[in-house]
């Protein structure tokens, strides 16, 4: 009766993040883009929740994996924004949600749920540690590739020049593959069906978009 109530409130947290990002499709197509993109907050929390929800921050390793990637991905985004270190010379806009310094707080646990979902989606193979690690990597740097194409246009944030250089996808490389590593080495894992809807939600959604403002 539990499992099955649990696997119910999973389909339902499922559908509701489809529903989102659905939405903002379809309104975006019909010209509606600036209402749902001034929503981006308010997606990003409710993703936060749901991933809460189902992948809990019940233990010690998860809280200190989750505050090294929330309070990691705000520092290396400070440094970008402060001294145009690591991913090149960018500014956030104003449709990211309330920040510190120039850097949104949700970005940081955006760098968090980004690492976690990755790793637990490459948890379904039978790869290798390290290729897992890589793997998982690869896909956090190949969603912020799709990203940065309409960054600038939804306000985001923007670039000097209008798009990155190549120094910042070679640093979110190399940061995912030290968050990775931590997972790796604290075993943390987490649900995997919720895991591949989150990242395909947000992969399809910015494909849309990249294809929609060529």
Do not use: C
């Amino acid at each position: 009766m539990l499992k099955t109530l649990k696997e119910n409130k999973l389909i339902v947290s499922i559908a509701i993040i489809w529903l989102f990002h659905i939405s903002a499709m379809i309104g975006a197509a019909l010209g509606e883009a600036d209402w749902f993109v001034e929503k981006t907050p308010l997606n990003l929390i409710i993703s936060l929740l749901i991933f809460l929800v189902f992948f809990p921050i019940d233990t010690f390793k998860k809280s200190i994996a989750f505050l090294i990637f929330f309070a990691g991905g705000i520092f290396a985004e400070w440094l970008g924004v402060t001294y145009q270190i690591l991913f090149g010379e960018y500014a956030y806009g104003r449709n990211f949600g309330p920040k510190l310094d120039g850097v949104p707080y949700l970005i940081g646990a955006y760098w968090a749920i980004l690492t976690f979902i990755t790793a637990s989606i490459m948890d379904y193979t039978k790869w290798h540690m390290v290729t897992k690690i890589i793997g998982a990597a690869g896909l956090m740097v190949l969603l912020d590739f799709l990203m940065e194409h309409t960054a600038p246009i939804f306000d985001y944030w923007t670039f000097a020049g209008g798009l990155p250089t190549m120094e910042n996808y070679i640093t979110w490389f190399a940061l995912g593959i030290a968050f990775q590593v931590i997972v790796k080495l604290l075993g943390i894992r987490g649900n995997k069906l919720l895991s591949v809807h989150l990242y395909l939600a947000q992969f399809i959604f910015f494909l849309f978009f990249y294809f929609l403002f060529p």
